[in-house]
């Protein structure tokens, strides 16, 4: 690949024609990639309840929400009161205008700032970003999963985009969701994955002893029959999913939403459900993203804190996720074909990063 090249916006004929852009030069694109953007970001949470599809009363979903600001100074948050979270404002003031809108979903026993590395970097490029602690299978409140928890997830995040796209900040009525380990298998299913009957035979005659068959009661089989998929989703990125079995490769076939799809080396979900997916799915919008000594933690603010066997900088891990993340949301949801250079690998923002189309 030549370092010299020159990616070239189209020049929009009008009357006598406007004068010439100036081109955008690949460094000026991987810095607005990789790096912060012109907005401050501000940081609030809030509470959602919906009447639980499980059954019992009303579900309840703890939400944190970060939002381009005109502040220029604050107090910072910290996460959990455990996370740092650096130029970041609690409860600034919001900037004027609407934004595109982003979800993330964690993975299991995670929690809603699990990732508030990226969902800053979002903001200040002038994102509104949503996401909520998944009740019952946080950091806090569930060692395991109950059967319960894996279609709850998927109505949590419908709730969440309805909360998204109702804000006044909102611009539009789609999002693109980012979504780690467990939420990677709650985001294929709203994308249209469909789950695999044979699992669930396997619930009702008690031959499979695993969490998703933990508390099965034949009732739930019509919630799967029914589906999850949302169309507000214009797009998503799955990084280290998990759970591929409850599809198996008839069922991801069946995804008819674009997807990137994160791998890394070193994290176990990598050739169990990653490289199986992009095997289906290769082509059209779909992208691939093999990140080399990557671990199941390089997507997270536990990077470099909860042992995963990753061998990468996890500084240099954000760095990778931030900007194949927002590419592919700029390519998806605001259609910016300029970054195509990115996500197709003609222009490397990272030695350690591989992409695929």
């Known amino acids: 690949m030549s370092r010299n090249l020159t990616i070239l916006f189209a020049l929009v004929a009008c ?7 100036p081109p955008v030069e690949e460094e000026d694109l991987a810095v607005s990639l990789t790096e912060r953007g012109a907005h401050a970001v501000g940081y609030t949470t809030t509470e959602l309840s919906y009447p639980d599809p499980a059954g019992g009363g009303d579900r309840t979903l703890r939400t944190a929400i970060w939002y ?12 959990l009161d455990v996370f740092e979270a650096p130029d970041v404002w609690s409860d600034a003031t919001p900037a004027k205008g609407t934004f595109p809108v982003m979800v993330y979903t964690h993975g299991s026993q995670g929690f809603a700032e699990g990732q508030g590395f990226q969902a800053a970097h979002f903001a200040s490029h002038g ?9 019952d299978n946080t950091t ?5 999963r109950t059967s319960e928890i894996y279609f709850q997830r998927q109505f949590d ?23 780690h380990s467990f939420g990677g ?4 299913a709203l994308l249209g994955a469909t789950h695999d009957t044979a699992v669930m035979d396997d619930c009702a005659d008690g031959s499979d002893t695993t969490e998703f068959c933990s508390t099965w009661d034949p009732s739930y089989e019509g919630i799967y029959a029914a589906g999850f998929r949302d169309s507000r989703i214009v797009a998503g990125v799955s990084q280290a999913a998990g759970d591929y079995r409850l599809f198996n490769d008839a069922g991801i076939a069946t995804i ?6 994160m791998t890394a ?60 993340s927002l590419a592919y949301a700029r390519k998806m949801l605001l259609g910016d074909d300029s970054v195509d250079v990115v996500l197709d690998g003609e222009l490397s923002i990272s030695e350690f990063a591989f992409p695929e189309k």
């Open 15 to 21: 009357g006598g024609g406007d004068p010439e852009q």
């Open 256 to 261: 008819d939403g674009p997807l990137l799809i």
């Open 157 to 179: 995040v419908s709730v969440v985009i309805d909360a998204a796209l109702a804000d006044p900040m909102a611009d539009g009525d789609q999002v693109i969701v980012m979504a």
């Open 265 to 324: 080396e070193f994290d176990s979900h990598t050739p169990e459900t990653g490289e199986p997916m992009w095997d289906i799915l290769r082509g059209g919008d779909n992208r691939y993203l093999y990140i080399e000594g990557g671990g199941h933690q390089t997507y997270t603010d536990f990077a470099g804190i909860f042992p995963d066997g990753s061998s990468l900088d996890p500084d240099e891990g954000h760095r990778i996720v931030n900007a194949y």
């Open 127 to 135: 994102w509104l970003v949503y996401s909520a602690d998944h009740t």
């Open 185 to 188: 298998y709650s985001l294929h």
């Open 68 to 79: 381009p600001s005109s502040d220029t100074s604050g107090t910072e948050p910290k996460y």
């Open 140 to 144: 806090f409140d569930s060692p395991t």
